[in-house]
Protein backbone atom coordinates (compact mmCIF):
# COMPACT_ATOMS: atom_id res chain seq x y z
CA UNK A 1 0.00 0.00 0.00
CA UNK A 2 1.23 3.31 -1.17
CA UNK A 3 1.51 5.64 1.72
CA UNK A 4 1.19 9.48 2.09
CA UNK A 5 1.41 11.68 5.04
CA UNK A 6 -1.14 14.65 4.69
CA UNK A 7 -1.96 18.15 6.85
CA UNK A 8 -5.78 19.03 6.71
CA UNK A 9 -5.70 21.71 3.48
CA UNK A 10 -3.76 19.29 1.41
CA UNK A 11 -4.67 17.00 -1.63
CA UNK A 12 -3.32 13.77 -3.42
CA UNK A 13 -4.22 12.84 -7.58
CA UNK A 14 -5.17 9.58 -8.04
CA UNK A 15 -4.85 9.66 -11.97
CA UNK A 16 -5.30 13.14 -13.49
CA UNK A 17 -9.18 13.06 -12.81
CA UNK A 18 -9.96 12.32 -8.96
CA UNK A 19 -8.76 14.43 -6.11
CA UNK A 20 -8.73 13.42 -2.66
CA UNK A 21 -8.32 16.19 0.23
CA UNK A 22 -7.88 16.16 3.79
CA UNK A 23 -10.09 18.59 5.38
CA UNK A 24 -9.87 18.26 8.82
CA UNK A 25 -8.22 16.19 11.56
CA UNK A 26 -9.28 16.13 14.77
CA UNK A 27 -8.76 13.20 17.39
CA UNK A 28 -10.12 10.04 15.99
CA UNK A 29 -11.99 11.20 12.89
CA UNK A 30 -10.33 12.08 8.89
CA UNK A 31 -13.27 14.15 7.02
CA UNK A 32 -12.24 13.73 3.53
CA UNK A 33 -13.17 15.44 0.11
CA UNK A 34 -13.30 13.84 -2.98
CA UNK A 35 -13.17 15.52 -6.64
CA UNK A 36 -13.75 12.67 -9.28
CA UNK A 37 -16.23 12.24 -12.49
CA UNK A 38 -19.47 11.40 -11.97
CA UNK A 39 -19.17 7.93 -13.53
CA UNK A 40 -16.77 6.77 -10.87
CA UNK A 41 -18.77 5.09 -7.84
CA UNK A 42 -17.46 6.57 -4.56
CA UNK A 43 -18.97 4.44 -1.40
CA UNK A 44 -17.72 3.99 2.44
CA UNK A 45 -16.27 0.93 2.03
CA UNK A 46 -17.64 -1.16 4.88
CA UNK A 47 -21.16 -0.56 3.09
CA UNK A 48 -19.78 -1.45 -0.20
CA UNK A 49 -19.23 -4.78 1.37
CA UNK A 50 -21.72 -5.42 3.10
CA UNK A 51 -23.87 -5.37 -0.12
CA UNK A 52 -20.96 -7.71 -1.86
CA UNK A 53 -21.71 -9.83 1.41
CA UNK A 54 -25.14 -10.46 0.58
CA UNK A 55 -25.34 -10.45 -3.21
CA UNK A 56 -22.65 -13.38 -2.81
CA UNK A 57 -24.84 -14.74 -0.07
CA UNK A 58 -28.19 -14.46 -2.56
CA UNK A 59 -26.24 -16.37 -5.16
CA UNK A 60 -25.93 -19.04 -3.73
CA UNK A 61 -29.61 -19.21 -2.79
CA UNK A 62 -31.44 -21.98 -4.62
CA UNK A 63 -34.99 -21.77 -5.57
CA UNK A 64 -37.64 -21.46 -2.40
CA UNK A 65 -39.37 -25.02 -1.71
CA UNK A 66 -42.95 -24.64 -1.72
CA UNK A 67 -43.14 -25.47 1.59
CA UNK A 68 -40.93 -22.15 2.56
CA UNK A 69 -42.68 -20.16 0.25
CA UNK A 70 -46.09 -21.19 2.29
CA UNK A 71 -43.98 -20.70 5.85
CA UNK A 72 -42.99 -16.66 4.52
CA UNK A 73 -46.72 -16.29 3.79
CA UNK A 74 -45.31 -14.16 0.77
CA UNK A 75 -48.30 -15.65 -1.86
CA UNK A 76 -50.69 -13.78 0.98
CA UNK A 77 -48.48 -10.48 0.76
CA UNK A 78 -49.04 -10.38 -2.89
CA UNK A 79 -52.80 -11.27 -2.84
CA UNK A 80 -53.57 -9.12 -1.07
CA UNK A 81 -51.78 -6.26 -2.41
CA UNK A 82 -53.50 -6.85 -5.74
CA UNK B 1 -34.32 -15.84 -32.46
CA UNK B 2 -35.08 -18.27 -29.40
CA UNK B 3 -32.04 -19.06 -27.35
CA UNK B 4 -31.46 -22.18 -25.14
CA UNK B 5 -28.96 -21.96 -21.34
CA UNK B 6 -28.40 -24.36 -19.83
CA UNK B 7 -28.32 -23.27 -16.17
CA UNK B 8 -27.83 -25.22 -12.79
CA UNK B 9 -30.80 -24.11 -10.91
CA UNK B 10 -33.43 -24.20 -13.39
CA UNK B 11 -32.74 -26.47 -16.43
CA UNK B 12 -33.01 -25.46 -19.96
CA UNK B 13 -34.22 -22.08 -20.51
CA UNK B 14 -35.09 -20.42 -23.69
CA UNK B 15 -35.37 -16.35 -24.33
CA UNK B 16 -35.10 -14.06 -26.78
CA UNK B 17 -32.55 -11.32 -27.90
CA UNK B 18 -35.05 -9.10 -26.31
CA UNK B 19 -35.26 -10.43 -23.00
CA UNK B 20 -31.98 -9.74 -21.90
CA UNK B 21 -31.61 -7.16 -19.23
CA UNK B 22 -28.34 -5.30 -19.39
CA UNK B 23 -26.79 -4.46 -15.87
CA UNK B 24 -24.69 -1.59 -15.87
CA UNK B 25 -21.21 -2.11 -14.26
CA UNK B 26 -22.40 -5.42 -13.09
CA UNK B 27 -23.53 -5.82 -9.43
CA UNK B 28 -20.97 -5.42 -6.13
CA UNK B 29 -19.60 -8.81 -5.73
CA UNK B 30 -20.32 -9.44 -9.27
CA UNK B 31 -18.92 -6.64 -11.81
CA UNK B 32 -17.64 -8.77 -14.65
CA UNK B 33 -21.76 -10.42 -14.97
CA UNK B 34 -23.50 -8.05 -17.01
CA UNK B 35 -25.94 -10.11 -19.25
CA UNK B 36 -28.66 -11.48 -17.31
CA UNK B 37 -32.53 -12.62 -17.88
CA UNK B 38 -35.48 -12.75 -15.57
CA UNK B 39 -36.65 -16.40 -14.80
CA UNK B 40 -40.63 -16.18 -13.92
CA UNK B 41 -42.20 -19.64 -12.80
CA UNK B 42 -46.04 -19.79 -11.50
CA UNK B 43 -44.56 -22.03 -8.82
CA UNK B 44 -42.63 -19.36 -7.24
CA UNK B 45 -44.62 -16.48 -7.73
CA UNK B 46 -43.84 -13.78 -6.26
CA UNK B 47 -40.37 -14.72 -6.23
CA UNK B 48 -38.73 -14.15 -9.78
CA UNK B 49 -34.55 -15.03 -10.74
CA UNK B 50 -32.34 -12.70 -11.85
CA UNK B 51 -30.24 -15.27 -13.53
CA UNK B 52 -26.77 -14.45 -15.53
CA UNK B 53 -26.01 -15.66 -19.31
CA UNK B 54 -22.25 -15.39 -18.73
CA UNK B 55 -22.21 -17.30 -15.39
CA UNK B 56 -25.45 -19.92 -16.03
CA UNK B 57 -24.44 -21.45 -11.91
CA UNK B 58 -25.00 -17.72 -11.23
CA UNK B 59 -28.55 -16.43 -10.21
CA UNK B 60 -30.21 -14.27 -7.83
CA UNK B 61 -33.86 -14.32 -5.95
CA UNK B 62 -35.98 -11.12 -6.36
CA UNK B 63 -39.07 -9.96 -5.23
CA UNK B 64 -41.19 -6.51 -5.67
CA UNK B 65 -40.29 -4.67 -2.16
CA UNK B 66 -43.75 -3.36 -2.73
CA UNK B 67 -45.34 -6.17 -2.17
CA UNK B 68 -43.29 -6.14 1.36
CA UNK B 69 -43.47 -2.34 1.87
CA UNK B 70 -46.43 -0.61 -0.37
CA UNK B 71 -44.49 2.51 0.80
CA UNK B 72 -41.04 1.71 -0.53
CA UNK B 73 -39.43 4.55 -2.43
CA UNK B 74 -36.54 4.85 -4.39
CA UNK B 75 -34.79 7.97 -5.53
CA UNK B 76 -32.21 7.48 -8.48
CA UNK B 77 -29.56 10.18 -8.45
CA UNK B 78 -28.97 12.11 -11.89
CA UNK B 79 -25.91 9.89 -12.55
CA UNK B 80 -28.06 6.75 -12.12
CA UNK B 81 -30.62 8.04 -14.12
CA UNK B 82 -28.42 8.56 -16.94
CA UNK B 83 -26.99 5.76 -16.69
CA UNK B 84 -30.03 4.12 -17.36
CA UNK B 85 -31.66 6.66 -20.13
CA UNK B 86 -34.48 6.76 -17.47
CA UNK B 87 -36.35 10.02 -17.68
CA UNK B 88 -39.41 9.69 -15.77
CA UNK B 89 -39.34 7.00 -12.88
CA UNK B 90 -42.52 5.21 -14.01
CA UNK B 91 -40.01 3.68 -16.68
CA UNK B 92 -38.30 1.83 -14.06
CA UNK B 93 -39.64 -1.29 -12.48
CA UNK B 94 -38.13 -2.23 -9.23
CA UNK B 95 -36.33 -5.50 -7.73
CA UNK B 96 -35.04 -6.23 -4.17
CA UNK B 97 -32.68 -9.03 -3.75
CA UNK B 98 -33.62 -11.74 -1.58
CA UNK B 99 -31.18 -14.40 0.74
CA UNK B 100 -32.78 -17.54 1.33
CA UNK B 101 -32.56 -20.02 4.02
CA UNK B 102 -34.25 -23.33 5.05
CA UNK B 103 -35.12 -21.28 8.23
CA UNK B 104 -38.02 -19.17 7.37
CA UNK B 105 -37.16 -16.50 10.16
CA UNK B 106 -33.39 -16.14 8.45
CA UNK B 107 -34.64 -15.51 4.89
CA UNK B 108 -33.79 -11.45 4.41
CA UNK B 109 -34.58 -9.02 1.90
CA UNK B 110 -31.79 -6.21 0.26
CA UNK B 111 -33.93 -3.28 0.16
CA UNK B 112 -30.94 -0.86 0.75
CA UNK B 113 -29.33 -1.75 -2.37
CA UNK B 114 -32.48 -2.34 -5.21
CA UNK B 115 -32.24 -3.23 -8.65
CA UNK B 116 -34.14 -0.82 -11.34
CA UNK B 117 -34.74 -2.07 -14.77
CA UNK B 118 -35.69 0.41 -17.19
CA UNK B 119 -38.05 -1.92 -19.62
CA UNK B 120 -38.05 0.51 -22.30
CA UNK B 121 -34.22 -0.59 -23.17
CA UNK B 122 -33.43 -2.74 -20.54
CA UNK B 123 -31.08 -1.42 -18.86
CA UNK B 124 -30.38 -2.13 -14.98
CA UNK B 125 -28.57 -1.22 -12.38
CA UNK B 126 -27.92 -1.83 -8.42
CA UNK B 127 -28.71 0.93 -6.98
CA UNK B 128 -27.30 1.71 -3.45
CA UNK B 129 -30.14 4.34 -1.33
CA UNK B 130 -27.10 5.83 0.85
CA UNK B 131 -29.47 8.58 2.51
CA UNK B 132 -32.43 5.98 3.10
CA UNK B 133 -33.03 3.93 6.46
CA UNK B 134 -33.72 0.59 4.68
CA UNK B 135 -32.22 -2.35 5.54
CA UNK B 136 -30.06 -4.99 4.24
CA UNK B 137 -30.84 -7.71 5.66
CA UNK B 138 -34.61 -6.77 6.65
CA UNK B 139 -36.28 -10.57 7.45
CA UNK B 140 -38.81 -11.33 5.06
CA UNK B 141 -40.71 -12.48 7.65
CA UNK B 142 -42.66 -10.26 9.50
Known amino acids: MLVFTRKAGESLMI ?46 STPPSPDLLDRLKLADLTRKQK | MTQELQTSKFGTVTYEAGDVIELIGGMPGFSNLSRFILIENPDLEPIKFLQSLEKPMISFPLIDPRILDPDYQIELGE ?36 IVVNTSNMRALQVILFDSDYSIEQPLLK
Open chain 1, 15 to 60: GDEVEVTILSVTQDQVRVGIKAPREIPIHRQEVYQAIVRQNQRASY
Open chain 2, 79 to 114: EERRKLDIVDQCQGLSYSIVTFDPVPEACTVNLFAP
